[in-house]
């Protein structure tokens, strides 16, 4: 009788038990290339009824060939496509002990490189000679040698089986791989299989001497290109407006500026350090000549400084970091006349915002829309309530309201504006009381929603160095908003835009 129940619960078991579907196939490496499929390629099928047993249990054929089983859940199959599947259109088709899944097809490329990722990041799978992973504390540096981990870069030499890549051979790539580095071609000294895991190739490549920074390392093979990742190097990852953050890759004399650069240690200096030249050990030269900090911001890798006022205003001048761990490549940077940049105001409530730092003038009062100034939670309706000018405040503009708007980047400045005058010498500030007014040689073009501003006054703010103030008044006819265009330009220079909050009171 015992026997019986056993065998009648066996057979319901059996009649139970959920024969395969699959649902779809994807590229378990590569999220946003999902379809893109090929002999020797990690993926992931996913569908139902593959059960929970061992790996022996389920069976996966593509192209009637044999696929690598590495892990099996009711609803998921995670295999290495074999490698001698056929190329082109295709079909994935798995057993388990409860039946076969009708043929889900695919199509598969000779090759499909994909660069994997760590979690939350864009840094590639990269490891140095002490077999230590490169993360945004364990930097490359130039000229290092490094191999980088990738997926789905097809057929090999001598042909494998798919599964763990034997650990007694080298197994290479059956087509030559490229690979380059912020831009630049890397020599690349072997490219195969990693030893005793399955679907990992290894790129084995020296880091050419001049890149730096956070560089961008794109592989191809066959005729296909992977995606981006990030190789996090020793050095100056890029240079753009202080005001901004934008105008990368070039600037002019007297402009401040922020350099986002790997290996700046874990202290910061918050505090104005201007005029000295050095941070916690940090310096950066323009040619030689040592710049003055503002601020070191260690831990978000960013130095804020100003432009040695020595400088040419065009060419191309060399940048070069010194930290205690050393000294980076050169970096070029584009000299200007003018780089003009606005200053910004957050705005707590929208990240997205590009509000100019804008001032009502004679006050400290800030010309932001209301809802920005309830989120920083500062007084509103200035002029309506008498607010004291001393005492922060924020409301909108109105036409015919004067302001300053803060910038920096725009070019020469000298006593009076006069040609042939004398700038500010590197390090010094513009007289606070305004005793001297460093003026601009060349006057902005102010647009507000598209209708001209005339510029009262342009010139480096007192008791500053390297910010400027554009004075106006808000021209009639302009039109009313939280976001209404500003813009301004000097002559032949980019133009800087943001916005201004206009409202008529």
Known sequence: MKKLLLLICASAGALLAQAPTVLSVINSESPTQSTQLCPGLLASIYGTGFGSGAVST???????KNAYVIAVTPTQVNVQLPFDAPVGATNVVVTTGAGTSAPFNITLTAVAPTLPV?????????????????????????????????????????????GLAPSNSVVQTAVPVTL?????AATVSFAGLTP??????????TVPATVQGNAAVILSIGGQTSNTVTLPLYGISAITSGASFLNTGTAT????????????????ELASVF???????????????????????????????????????????QVQLTTPAGKSPNFPLVMETAVPGM??????SNAKAQIAAVQFANTVWIVVPTSTATALQIPQNCTASSANPLSICGQPAAPGDYLVLYMTGLGEATPKGDPKGTPLATGVVAPVDGSTLYETIATPTVQIGGIAATPLFSGIAPGTAGEYQVDFQVPTGVPEGDAVPIT????????????????TR
């Open 180 to 184: 380059t580095v912020g831009g630049v």
């Open 196 to 205: 005793s895991l399955a679907g990992l190739y290894q790129i084995n490549f």
């Open 488 to 503: 301004v330009s000097m002559p032949g220079s980019n133009t800087a835009t943001a916005t201004l909050a206009v409202h």
């Open 58 to 64: 389920v069976v996966v054929l593509v192209g009637g």
């Open 275 to 317: 005029p000295s030249t050095s941070a916690q050990g940090v310096s950066v030269t323009f040619n030689g000549i040592a710049a003055p900090i503002f601020a070191l911001a260690a831990t978000g890798s960013q130095i804020n400084l100003i432009v040695p006022a020595e400088l040419p205003t065009t060419g191309t001048v």
């Open 118 to 162: 760590g979690p939350n990041t864009t840094i590639g799978i990269i490891s140095n000679l002490k077999g230590k992973f490169l993360s945004s504390t364990i930097l490359a540096n130039p000229g290092d040698t490094l191999t980088l981990y990738a997926a789905g870069l097809g057929a090999t030499n001598p042909v494998v089986p798919a």
């Open 343 to 348: 200053f910004l105001t957050n705005d707590p």
């Open 253 to 268: 004399p007297e402009e401040i500026i922020s350099i986002f650069a790997n290996g700046l240690g874990t202290t910061n």
